[in-house]
C-alpha cells in the first residue's frame, strides 16, 4: 500500500512539473502569437489594393506578354512546402503534409520552408531542390530569396508549374492547409477578411477607362508581376507563422487543462488509497483492542 501511494505521489509530482512547462509554452506561444496575427493581417490590405492593380493592368495587357504569365504544359512541378521548425503544434503539420502527400514524386520537384516538411520529404525520398530556415521574426526582403529562386525555375523552363502548400491563418481555432499556384500567374484574387476568410473573384468596374502607362506596358508589367509573386510567397509565411504559434498555444491549453484534470484524478486516488488504508489500520487496531479484553 505504501508503495502504491509512494508512485501516485511521483506521477502527480511529474505531472504537475509538465504542466508547468506547457503553461509557460502556452503563455510564450500567446505572445508570439498576437504579434504573428497582426502580422498576417496587416498585409492583406495591401495584397488586396495590389491585385486590383493588377487585374486592372492584365486586362489591358496583351494575352502572355509576360514570361511569368506563360501558360505551358505541365511536365514538371514545382511544390513549396510552408511548414514549421518545431513540433507541438497539435495537428498543424500533419494536415499540411496530408495534403503535400497528393503531389506525385515522379512529376514534381520541392522547395522546403520549415524542418518539419524538409525531414518528411527527406524520409520520403522525394526530391527537394533547396530548403529555407522560417525565421521568427521575417520581413519582405528575407523572404523574397525565396519567392526569386522559385521563379527562377520557372523562367529558366525547369518546371511548369509552381504551387505553394501553407497553413492559411483563419482565426485562433482555425487553420487550413492550403495548396495554390503561383506561377504561371493566371488570374487575380483578392483574399477576404477574418471571418470567412476566402478568394472572391474581382469585378471588373473600370474597364472602359482610359490609362496612360509611364514608360510603358511591359515595363510596368515587368515591375509589378514579379513584385506581385514576392508578396504573395511573403504573405504565406506570414499566415504559416500565425497558424503555427496560434496552434501551439492551443495545443499548450490543451495539455495544461489535460494535466490538472490528471491531477485531481490521481489525488482522488491517493486520497481513497490513503482513506482505505487508515481504515484499515484502525480496524486492526479495534480487533486487537477486543482480542486483549
Known amino acids: 500500500m505504501a508503495a502504491n501511494t509512494r508512485d501516485i505521489r511521483r506521477r502527480i509530482k511529474s505531472v504537475k512539473n509538465t504542466s508547468q512547462i506547457t503553461k509557460a509554452m502556452q503563455m510564450v506561444a500567446a505572445a508570439k502569437m498576437r504579434k504573428a496575427q497582426l502580422s498576417a493581417l496587416a498585409g492583406r490590405p495591401y ?11 492584365a486586362a489591358r495587357a496583351e494575352e502572355n506578354t509576360h514570361e511569368l504569365l506563360q501558360v505551358r504544359p505541365v511536365k514538371k512541378e514545382l511544390v513549396l512546402v510552408i511548414s514549421t521548425d518545431k513540433g507541438l503544434c497539435g495537428a498543424l503539420n500533419t494536415n499540411l503534409l496530408r495534403e503535400v502527400g497528393k503531389f506525385d514524386p515522379e512529376k514534381c520537384t520541392f522547395v522546403a520552408v520549415g524542418r518539419k516538411g524538409l525531414q ?6 522525394r526530391n527537394v531542390l533547396a530548403d529555407f530556415p522560417l525565421k521568427e521574426n521575417l520581413v519582405f526582403i528575407e523572404s523574397k530569396a525565396i519567392s526569386k529562386f522559385v521563379m527562377e525555375k520557372f523562367v529558366s523552363g525547369e518546371v511548369d508549374k509552381v504551387t505553394v502548400v501553407f497553413t492559411d491563418f483563419i482565426n485562433t481555432l482555425t487553420q487550413v492547409p492550403k495548396s495554390k499556384t503561383i506561377l504561371p500567374i493566371e488570374s487575380l484574387h483578392v483574399t477576404a477578411g477574418l471571418a470567412g476568410h476566402h478568394e472572391v473573384a474581382i469585378e471588373k468596374t473600370d474597364s472602359e477607362t482610359e490609362y496612360l502607362f509611364e514608360p510603358s506596358m511591359d515595363d510596368v508589367l515587368s515591375s509589378v508581376l514579379p513584385h506581385y509573386v514576392h508578396f504573395q510567397v511573403y504573405q504565406m509565411l506570414l499566415d504559416a507563422r500565425a497558424s503555427e504559434h496560434s496552434a501551439r498555444m492551443i495545443a499548450m491549453k490543451n495539455a495544461t487543462d489535460n494535466a490538472k484534470q490528471l491531477i485531481k484524478d490521481l489525488t482522488l486516488e491517493y486520497n481513497k488509497i490513503r482513506q482505505a488504508s487508515i481504515t484499515t489500520e484502525l480496524l486492526e487496531i479495534s480487533t486487537a483492542q477486543m482480542a486483549l479484553a
Request: glycine share 6%; net charge neutral.
Open 47 to 57: 495584397a488586396e489594393l495590389l491585385n486590383r492593380v493588377l487585374d486592372s493592368v
Open 120 to 125: 518528411w520529404m527527406l524520409r520520403g525520398n
